[in-house]
């Protein structure tokens, strides 16, 4: 159920060698530091826009655009045709695909994202991996520590599974669609093409092909009282 390959396309990014011998996708988040320092070869090949600040540690593929306002602190390893836009902070262990947007105001780190993934306006991707063609609305978060700073559990339809991990925000599979100003809790597990509606605070497992969505509140409209 929490296979790699469950929720994600392994076709859909060159870094799957991540993934080998991973039981449980969440696995994979403790190999990024280790395959970044043995496989990533620094250069940029890629255009920058202004001047924006990349460390030594990063890898930056052909057609990619670097905005003047982001910061790149590697090591880092960005894919091909991708967009890096003003005010993105990648901070250390971020594998990107090919195609893919990371937007203004977003932050990231210890994170996989695959390709044609989409995170543009406010969002926070800390010790996660997005599917292929995932997307994140305006202000959608991933929330990756608990607030007792406890081992971190997956909530699992059949009980708790203790991911042995303190930081652990969210595996996304692919072509997820995350509305605005969601907050996914640490652990959450969201299943291929599902759609979580804005605003919506989510905890464990989503199915694929599901829609999680919050009943609205009662809206009460009073009379204005006149002085």
Same mark, same amino acid.
């Given at each position: 159920?929490?296979?790699?390959?469950?929720?994600?396309?392994?076709?859909?990014?060159?870094?799957?060698?991540?993934?080998?011998n991973?039981?449980?996708?969440?696995?994979?988040?403790?190999?990024?530091?280790?395959?970044?320092?043995?496989?990533?070869?620094?250069?940029?090949?890629?255009?920058?826009?202004?001047?924006?600040? *990349?460390? #030594?540690?990063?890898? /930056? &593929?052909? !057609?990619?655009? $670097?905005?003047? =306002?982001?910061? *790149?602190? #590697?090591?880092?390893? /960005? &894919?091909? !045709?991708?967009? $890096?836009?003003? =005010?993105a902070? *990648?901070?250390?262990?971020?594998?990107? &695909?090919? !195609?893919?947007?990371?937007?203004?105001?977003?932050?990231?780190?210890?994170?996989?994202?695959?390709?044609?993934?989409?995170i543009?306006?406010?969002?926070?991707?800390?010790?996660?991996?997005?599917?292929?063609?995932?997307?994140?609305?305006?202000?959608?978060?991933?929330?990756?520590?608990?607030l007792?700073?406890?081992?971190?559990?997956?909530?699992?339809?059949?009980?708790?599974?203790?991911?042995?991990?303190?930081?652990?925000?969210?595996?996304?599979?692919?072509?997820?669609?995350?509305?605005?100003?969601?907050?996914?809790?640490?652990?959450?597990?969201?299943?291929?093409?599902?759609?979580?509606?804005?605003?919506t605070?989510w905890?464990?497992?989503?199915?694929?092909?599901s829609?999680?969505?919050?009943?609205?509140?009662?809206?009460?409209?009073?009379?204005?009282?006149?002085?």
């Open positions: 159920m929490f296979s790699p390959d469950a929720l994600l396309d392994l076709d859909r990014t060159e870094h799957s060698v991540i993934f080998e991973v039981t449980h996708a969440w696995e994979a988040l403790a190999k990024i530091s280790t395959y970044l320092q043995f496989r990533l070869k620094p250069g940029i090949h890629g255009k920058l826009v202004g001047k924006p600040f *990349i460390s #030594g540690a990063v890898y /930056i &593929g052909a !057609g990619t655009i $670097i905005e003047q =306002g982001a910061m *790149i602190k #590697g090591p880092a390893w /960005i &894919g091909e !045709g991708c967009e $890096i836009r003003n =005010g902070y *990648i901070r250390e262990n971020v594998v990107v &695909g090919n !195609g893919v947007v990371l937007g203004n105001s977003c932050e990231f780190k210890n994170c996989l994202i695959f390709d044609e993934a989409q543009p306006h406010f969002n926070y991707i800390g010790d996660s991996i997005l599917g292929h063609k995932a997307h994140l609305g305006a202000g959608a978060i991933l929330s990756n520590v608990r007792d700073h406890a081992p971190i559990s997956v909530h699992a339809p059949e009980g708790p599974i203790n991911t042995g991990l303190k930081k652990f925000g969210a595996i996304v599979g692919d072509r997820a669609e995350i509305g605005c100003n969601s907050v996914l809790s640490p652990g959450a597990i969201i299943g291929r093409d599902t759609i979580i509606y804005p605003g605070s905890r464990g497992v989503l199915p694929a092909n829609i999680a969505k919050m009943e609205p509140q009662t809206l009460r409209i009073l009379p204005r009282l006149q002085k």
